[in-house]
């Protein structure tokens, strides 16, 4: 008798539960793909979040989900060009930026960063007409029309730039930074009275703002109010904190106010402190001069003279030589007079150098044809060293005449 095959036999319920498992897989698979395309809103928070924590690599990628989910939504768009733009990828962060503004083309966002974008690309121009289309969107936003200002400045166009500033400071008179911004462009143009007078009406509103400060004592000291340079910047290093630029106008006013160890002292924190700067070595020079340290002043005058590169090198040479000449240093002082004629072509330290030779050596032969030469060579000239010079030369030859003679 033939085997019968064995039949198997489904449990009804355990059917309907397999596919019940099924279709749960399913749809979490297919919800996993479409999380962010289903629920952008979700994308969205988790991007807003990195971004606050700065990670804006992280943000990226859940705002390019939202992107992906709604490719015409301006506010997802400006958020993705932001990441870009905060991790310095110009190129895209421009890239998103244009296209939210041809969906928006008022958008404040997009002309904002396109505006700093073409900023960091040196491109001003460019950066100039994005601001100017702010202005168009709305000009009572004081802070667009500063940044008109500051690319109009780039641009050379200062004029403009002043219109700019006088509105955005119209739309808001407190704005410290703007009323600086201002007194900065008067004291370009060497309009030192609306300069100060835009510094004082800073200073009523922030009496302490070190940036209205280091302005006013640029004002003072073009206006040779070295009293007044050296009150406001001994408050400000009272203070612990100074810059370079202004500690030297600190020490020249020193230097003019005859306070020459005041003056010494910012002057060698200033060697330490700054790139080697021939003319910081030279004021040096002054104070130590002024200090009767003669051989500290040939030093200090030595060391600009090793920086040197401007044409205050024979000054520098000549200084030397009238300081080694009191020193009774003849020689040295003679080689010092001729770098400086060397350097200068200046007849006046022609004179210098002859009258050294003529103090050192005992034939005046040299020192006789220096003269002469002094006399023809064209320059200004001091007529009492011509005077000088012409009686001088009267004696020499008659000196020179009875050595030949003996």
């Known amino acids: 008798m033939a085997k019968r095959g064995r039949q ?5 319920i355990a059917q309907r539960s397999i596919l019940i498992i099924l279709a749960i897989l399913f749809c979490s698979v297919i919800h996993g793909q479409s999380d962010f395309t289903s629920n952008p809103d979700s994308a969205l928070i988790r991007g807003d979040q990195f971004a606050r924590n700065f990670q804006y690599g992280k943000a990226l990628q859940q705002y390019y989900e939202c992107v992906r989910s709604d490719n015409q939504n301006v506010h997802y768009i400006n958020k993705l060009a932001y ?3 905060q991790l310095g990828n110009n190129v895209d962060a421009e890239i998103y930026y ?41 000009s009572t936003i004081a802070h667009y029309h500063k940044l008109k200002a500051r690319v109009d400045i780039k641009l050379g166009q200062p004029l403009r730039a002043f219109q700019h500033y006088q509105k955005a400071l119209e739309i808001n008179p407190t704005d410290i930074e703007t009323i600086a911004d201002l007194a900065k462009l008067y004291l370009q143009s060497n309009d030192l009275k609306s300069a100060q007078f835009m510094i004082d009406e800073g200073l009523k509103i922030n009496s302490s703002n070190k940036t209205l400060r280091y302005l006013q004592t640029n004002v003072a000291f073009k206006l040779d ?15 612990g904190d100074t810059i370079n630029h202004y500690e030297k106008l600190l020490a020249m006013s020193y230097l003019e106010k005859e306070r020459y160890d005041d003056a010494r002292i910012h ?6 402190n700054e790139k080697p700067n021939e003319l910081t070595y030279y004021r040096l020079a002054q104070a130590y001069d002024g200090l009767d340290s003669t051989a500290q002043s040939i030093r200090a005058y030595e060391m600009a003279i090793d920086i040197g590169i401007s044409n205050n090198v024979g000054a520098y040479y000549k200084n030397i030589g009238v300081l080694q000449r009191e020193l ?18 200046r007849p006046d330290d022609l004179f210098f150098w002859a009258k050294s030779q003529d103090e050192y050596y005992a ?20 007529q009492e060293l011509v005077n000088y010079t012409q009686a001088r030369i009267l004696q020499l030859k008659e000196m020179v005449h009875q050595q030949i003679r003996n």
């Open 8 to 12: 198997t036999y489904f449990n009804p």
């Open 83 to 85: 990441c870009y733009y």
């Open 98 to 138: 244009k296209r939210s503004l041809k969906l928006d083309s008022t958008n404040i966002t997009a002309n904002i960063y396109l505006g700093s974008i073409a900023e960091r690309e040196s491109e001003t121009s460019l950066a100039s007409a994005y601001y100017g289309a702010l202005i168009e969107i709305d």
């Open 225 to 239: 109010s070295f009293e007044q340079v050296i009150r406001i910047m001994e408050s400000i290093l009272a203070e």
């Open 267 to 272: 002057l060698i924190r200033l060697t330490r």
């Open 328 to 345: 009774n240093q003849l020689k040295s002082s003679m080689i010092a007079f001729k770098e400086a004629y060397h350097f200068s072509r």
């Open 363 to 382: 034939d005046k032969r040299m020192a006789l044809a220096n003269y002469q030469k002094y006399l023809r060579i064209d320059g200004e000239k001091s």
